[in-house]
Each structure stands twice: as C-alpha cells, then as structure tokens.
C-alpha cells in the first residue's frame, strides 16, 4: 500500500482543480493518502534508523533525524505559503494551484528517484544481516 500512498496523494494533490467542480472533494482522498503513508513510513524509518545505529549513538541519530523532518515540514510550509501569495491573484497558468502542482510533481521525482535508488533493496541486506548477528543490534 505504501507505492500506492506515496503516488497517488500526491497525484491526486497536484491536479485536484482539473478532476472535478469540487477540488475540495478530490483533495480530501489525497490528503488521506499523503497523512495515511506518512503514517506507514514514520515508524518504518525510526526502526530502520535502530537497526542501522550503534546503541550508543542511537539517540543522535534518531535526533539528526527528527529534527531534518521537522526542518523540511517548515520549509514546505513556508515556501507554500509565499509561492500561495504570489500566485493567489493571478488568472494565468501560474494561479493558485501552482503550489499544488509543483508539490506533486516534487513527490513524484522523490518517489521515481528512490525507486531507481540503490536504497530501494538495501532493506532486505539490513535485516538479513541483523537476522545472522543479532548482538550487532
């Protein structure tokens, strides 16, 4: 479900204003989506974040963590916010679902980059490696 979360939310987000009369009605499912795969990957990180850290650096590393997705939260919202002011007026193709199209389309060339990624199998190496020395962890 996580490949279906993570592109279709925000899919759905980036061309909610040409689906139908009521965006709000096709934006609603996305943001289910984009929170329901947030919610998937969250605690997948934190345990993949375990297993990879020593013990005595575990707290630093899940801090590092905590705090680059704070900082990426803020930025997205800030930039947003002023891409949402500079195009609210506008009539154009740069009204205001640029900030939606553009947030789509960010997700979807983070989702194909990590797909071709040489993290997309590195999972399986982790665990198996945990599984053979399970002191290590």
């Known amino acids: 479900w996580l490949p279906v ?11 909610s204003s040409f689906a139908s ?17 947030n919610g998937l990957v969250t605690p997948s990180n934190m345990a993949m974040l375990t ?3 020593a013990r005595d650096e575990r707290g630093a590393v899940m801090g590092v963590s905590e705090s680059l997705r704070s900082l990426s939260a803020l930025i997205g919202v ?23 199209r553009i947030c789509g389309i960010l997700a979807l ?21 945990n599984r053979d020395n399970p002191t290590a962890a």
């Open 78 to 100: 800030s930039s947003g916010g002023v891409m949402w002011d500079l195009t609210i007026s506008r009539t154009d193709l740069f009204d205001y679902h640029t900030a939606f």
């Open 21 to 37: 009369a009521y965006p709000f009605l096709t934006l609603l499912p996305a943001v289910f989506l984009v929170s329901f795969g």
């Open 51 to 53: 297993h990879l850290s």
């Open 109 to 129: 060339i983070s989702a194909i980059t990590f797909r071709f990624s040489s993290g997309w199998k590195a999972e399986d190496a982790i665990f198996n490696q």
């Open 5 to 15: 979360c993570c592109l279709l939310g925000p899919f759905l987000c980036a061309f």
